[in-house]
Every structure is written in structure tokens, then in C-alpha cells.
């Protein structure tokens, strides 16, 4: 079952037509609370199960329960948690009955079902996923420890130090699917095992390894243990201890497993292809990737719409790149004005680390000055805090993507703007502004917080994630900034347009790789001759679409529907338009599939007309 829009917006009265004749009629409105309830225990019941079965998970949220565990990797753990899911949204559809439910628990009701045909789905074609590729579980895992794994105890420490030792095992299941796959066949392209065998060398670099300076892991874990001894929760010897046994597990447990995984890329990278293809290429590439643009974009638009709506969109915001440039004063083409964007000292801070932290203060100035003005356009606001932190060095990429992690819904750790800063050539002060908004307010630091902070829903769906209304609401806020009085430069606001325009460029591009057979020269020259972004970012960019089909085009599919429904809004209500109800109302649900968003928001739309 594929949500369609017109799927979810008939689902009510296609509920109530198969309701049983007692409830022929609207049900009381008792009865209706009561069933709701019943349906959010229910389905906290069965969140909280899952959760207890994905210990990275808890630690994610905050939570300490099988602190010294990690989640199981093999697909024989997938296949029991999809047998499971079965079990229970069979359960809940033979339990309650969507005609006796409000209609937020009827958007619960909906969306539980319908992510067990999206792991059927995920489940079908697991083995194309590229488990091996740069900044999967080899380096995932560390990042996890040292940003997500906190030590308040001795026992969080003992924890840690099981954890250290259980990579081994994420490593080897990971690598035994990734054999698996190159059985049949499908193979990730050969740069990428280059990029993980160097990712791998980095984090099994120095102490307690070898010579020189300690590794990432290592110095984190020595760092969480001499704060327990300042703190006085531990002894000398127990300190001692604790970092023997840290070294132990990552010398003894970890490090062999990633000797296994090194020795397997090494020996099969020349099996790999080393022209850089896209899913087209592989096993049943084209079904690949038709449901890879499903689970992605949560819709059912083809391959070919979202190339054309993408090759529309750049034409449109080439245009208005034209009028900024007007105000800039450059007198040449816009061609020439990429080039300019692209290579005037002016738009680059030092690469030094005295660079690097001005970058990084600047941040924090945009976001200081967003969080001032919130409260004019949007109701709700987080509670979480937010800092901006660059990316650690073992996983750091020159031109790499700025990203977001969110923050413990207990408030325990904060939110993270991460910045990739090895490379100060590849980061344009001029859009800097642009991707602060993005990334933190009013963009995925305040959706996602305050999804994580919404109350009376279950709790699946504070937690759950659909890129396409994630991404898709972080683009609609760059745009959004604008009219809230931001990007008052004209070089920055080109670099919003920018911004805008490389999300664009992802709907063309990344259907080309996948759907048309574009090789990676064909998508960079586009991507190039269509943006004022450093070369290393679109090189950098362009790659990262071929390991992961289909994600790019999220971003600007998300941010039309945003934007749809926000015009949509605006026509029907008139004067009586709020952008803080309209936000709310967004922002209310939590992340959702857009046709879901869709229905709701024409509900609430039509609440307000109504009012």
C-alpha cells in the first residue's frame, strides 16, 4: 500500500464505510477519546518494544537502558524486527477501529501501518544498501561513543568500555552483508572503498594502536575518564584501570575487525567498477531505484518528474540569481559571476585554525540574531539548546555536507551544527548564513526539537524521521529567512539562491546518475555550470549522491510542498493569515510522509476558514 494523496485524504471515509453498523452513525464523542487512548498506550506499548531491541536508540534519546550494548547488524535481526512490525500492525488493525478515532490518532493509526510496508519495502532491497561506504558503521559507530555515549558514572564507563568491544562484532555483521551483496553482484564503485579504507587508517591511527598522537576514540574515552576522577567518582587506580581496559578492548575486540574489513575492501576494490555508476547499473537497478525515490520522498512521482521538475527549477531561480547579481554591480554573466563566487579570496576565511574559529563564531552570530526574531513567525519554539561544533577529524571530509544531529529529548545533550572544516577553500563565507538557518534555526535544530518535545502524541512519532519533511522543512526555512528580514547582503543572499539552486540541481542530477545513465563527469559539469559552488563541494557532493539514491532529491520536493501549502493558506484564510498557527500546525504532528502532511494541513486550513 502506497499513501497517494488521494489514498490518504479518502482514508477516513473509507474507514468509516467498512465500520461495523453499530457505529453506522458518528460514534459519541466518549467513545472516540477513549479508543484514541487506548490506541496511543497501544502504541507506545509497541514503540517502547522496538526501542528496547535498538540500544543505540536509547542512548540516542537520552536513555540508559542496555548502555553497554549495540544494535544487531545482521539480517537476521532485520528479518525479526519486520516480522514483529507484521505482528503488530496486524494486532492494532484487529483492535481498533479508525472510524472510533479522533483524527490525530487516526494520522497515528496510518502512518504505524504504513511504515510496515515501507520495511517490506526496505527489506526487499537491502542488499543494494552500500553498508561498507564512507561514513557507514566503521565510522559511525566511534562518532556514536563520542558524541552520543555520555559517562556521568562508573558504570557508564564499564558500559562504554563493553560497548568499544562490541564494535567488532556491528563490523564483522556489516561485513558479512556486504559479502552477501557482492554475491550478487552489487558492489559499491571503487572510490568509496578507498574513502573507507581511509577513514579506517584514521581511527586505527596512534595510541593505544602504535606510535604517535592518541586516536579520536581513545582520547575521548581518557577524556570521559579523567572527568570522572576530577569529578571524584573515581580513584587513581580505578582511572588506571578503566583506561587498561579501554586499550585492551580496542586493541584485542575492535581493531582486528577492522583489519578484517580493511583486508576484504583491499582485496575486493578490483572487483569493484571504477567508473562511479548509479543504481541503474546494478541487479534490477531500475526497480531500485523507483523504490529508493518511494522511501525517500514518501510519493509516487517517477524518475522523469522529478528530472523535468528539477530542470524547471533551475531555469527559475537562474533568473532570480540574475536580479541579485544586478545588485551586486557585476557586469558580466552569470557564468562569470560563478567563477567570481567561486574563486574571490574575499568569500573565504584563512585556512588556519584561527580561520576555522572565526568561521565557527560567525555561525553562532547568524544563529544568535535568527533566535531573536523567532517568536514573530513561529509559535512554538524549542527548548533544546543548540551549539556549533566542527566535524571530528577521523570522519572529516574537505568540502564535506554541514549537517545536523539532534539532541536528547531529555535535554541532556544539545543539538549540533556541524561544519566540515579540514578544507577552508571549500566553505564560502557567503552561504554560510544560508546553511546556519538551515541547519540549526529556525531549520532542523527547531523541527526537530520541538518534535522531540510535542506531548499527547505517541511517542513514535516524536521520534520517528521522514527525509522529505526533515530536509524539506530545512530548505523551506532558508527561504523562509528571507522574509523574515535576513539575507539582507546581496552576496549572501545569492548564496541563499545558491542554496536553493543546488537543491535543484540535486533533482536533475541525481536522476540523471540513477535513471539515465549519467556518468560522474556528466553530473558535475552540470552541477558546475549551474552553481557558484568549490569544485571539491561538488565533487564531493556528486559522489554522495551516487552511494545513496534517491535522498538528494528530498530537500526540494519537501520545501514545494511546504511552500504549496503555506500559498495555500495564505489564498484561503486572506487577512487571517498566521504564519505562528501555520507553523504550529507543521510543526504539531511531528515528521511525517507529505501526503499526510498534506491532508492535515488542508484540515487545519479548513478549521481556520471555519472559525
Not at 530548505?475 to 539575507?487: P, S
Amino acid at each position: 500500500m502506497k499513501i497517494s494523496r488521494r489514498d490518504f485524504t479518502l482514508g477516513l471515509a473509507l474507514s468509516v464505510a467498512a465500520t461495523p453498523l453499530a457505529y453506522a452513525a458518528e460514534p459519541p464523542a466518549d467513545d472516540i477519546a477513549r479508543h484514541s487512548e487506548a490506541l496511543r498506550v497501544y502504541l507506545d506499548a509497541q514503540y517502547e518494544e522496538q526501542l528496547q531491541r535498538n540500544p543505540e536508540s536509547l542512548t540516542s534519546q537520552g536513555r540508559k537502558e542496555h548502555y553497554d550494548k549495540l544494535n544487531d547488524r545482521s539480517e537476521a535481526a532485520e528479518d525479526r524486527a519486520l516480522a514483529w512490525r507484521r505482528k503488530s500492525v496486524a494486532q492494532m488493525k484487529a483492535r481498533f477501529d479508525p472510524a472510533r478515532l479522533t483524527e490525530e490518532a487516526h494520522t497515528s493509526y496510518d502512518v504505524w501501518a504504513l511504515e510496515l510496508e515501507r520495511s517490506e519495502t526496505s527489506r526487499r532491497w537491502r542488499r543494494h544498501r552500500y553498508v561498507l561506504s564512507r561514513g557507514s558503521v566503521h565510522a559511525s559507530l566511534p562518532t556514536f561513543m563520542i558524541n552520543q555515549h555520555r559517562v556521568d558514572t562508573l558504570s557508564d564507563m564499564r558500559a562504554y568500555i563493553s560497548r568499544v568491544g562490541l564494535i567488532g562484532k556491528a563490523l564483522d555483521q556489516s561485513l558479512e552483508n556486504a559479502k552477501s551483496a557482492a554475491g550478487q553482484g552489487i558492489r559499491m564503485p571503487r572510490f568509496t572503498y578507498d574513502q573507507s579504507l581511509d577513514e579506517i587508517k584514521r581511527l586505527t591511527a596512534g595510541a593505544p594502536f602504535g606510535a604517535g598522537a592518541d586516536s579520536a576514540l581513545f582520547a575521548d574515552a581518557k577524556g570521559k575518564i579523567a572527568a570522572l576522577k576530577t569529578a571524584g567518582k573515581i580513584t587513581e587506580t580505578q582511572a588506571a584501570t578503566l583506561q587498561s581496559q579501554v586499550s585492551s578492548a580496542m586493541t584485542t575486540k575492535m581493531k582486528p575487525a577492522y583489519d578484517r574489513v580493511a583486508a576484504w575492501l583491499t582485496a575486493d576494490a578490483p572487483n569493484a567498477s571504477a567508473e562511479a555508476k548509479g543504481a541503474g547499473a546494478l541487479p534490477d537497478g531500475a526497480n531500485y531505484y523507483n523504490a529508493s525515490l518511494y522511501l525517500q520522498t514518501t510519493t509516487d512521482m517517477t524518475a522523469e518528474q522529478i528530472h523535468q521538475l528539477g530542470l524547471s527549477e533551475v531555469a527559475r531561480i537562474r533568473g532570480e540569481m540574475e536580479t541579485v547579481k544586478a545588485r551586486t554591480g557585476f557586469t558580466g554573466t552569470l557564468d562569470q559571476f560563478f567563477v567570481f563566487m567561486r574563486t574571490d579570496k574575499r568569500f573565504y576565511l584563512p585556512d588556519t585554525d584561527a580561520g576555522r574559529q572565526q568561521y565557527l563564531r560567525l555561525a553562532e552570530r547568524y544563529l544568535g540574531e535568527m533566535k531573536k526574531r523567532l517568536p514573530v513567525f513561529f509559535g512554538r519554539l524549542p527548548k533544546a539548546d543548540l551549539v556549533v561544533k566542527r566535524v571530528e577529524a577521523f570522519r572529516e571530509e574537505p568540502g564535506g555536507a554541514q549537517h545536523y544531529q539532534r539532541g536528547a529529548a531529555d535535554g541532556s545533550r544539545p543539538g549540533v551544527f556541524y561544519a566540515h572544516l579540514s578544507d577552508m577553500t571549500a566553505m564560502p563565507t557567503y552561504q554560510l548564513e544560508n546553511i546556519a538557518y538551515h541547519e540549526g534555526l529556525p531549520g532542523h535544530h527547531m523541527q526537530l526539537s520541538i518534535a522531540q518535545e510535542l506531548t499527547g502524541l505517541p511517542k513514535f512519532r516524536n521520534n520517528y524521521s521522514y527525509t522529505a519533511y526533515v530536509e524539506g522543512w530545512g530548505l523551506y526555512t532558508e527561504a523562509l529567512a528571507k522574509e523574515m528580514g535576513f539575507d539582507t547582503d546581496p552576496y549572501n543572499d545569492f548564496g541563499r539562491l545558491s542554496g536553493e539552486i543546488w537543491r535543484a540541481i540535486r533533482l536533475v542530477v541525481d536522476t540523471g546518475i540513477h535513471a539515465k545513465g549519467w556518468s560522474e563527469a556528466q553530473a558535475v559539469a552540470y552541477f558546475t555550470n549551474n552553481s557558484a559552488q568549490p569544485e571539491g563541494a561538488i565533487r564531493s557532493e556528486i559522489r554522495r549522491y551516487i552511494l545513496g539514491p534517491g535522498q538528494a532529491t528530498c530537500y526540494k520536493i519537501g520545501m514545494l510542498k511546504f511552500q504549496q501549502l503555506r500559498d495555500e493558506a495564505r489564498r484561503t484564510l486572506g487577512p487571517r493569515f498566521s504564519y505562528p498557527k501555520f507553523h504550529d500546525a507543521v510543526l504539531g504532528g511531528g515528521s511525517l510522509p507529505l501526503p499526510v502532511l498534506e491532508t492535515r494541513t488542508r484540515r487545519w486550513i479548513e478549521r481556520e476558514r471555519m472559525a
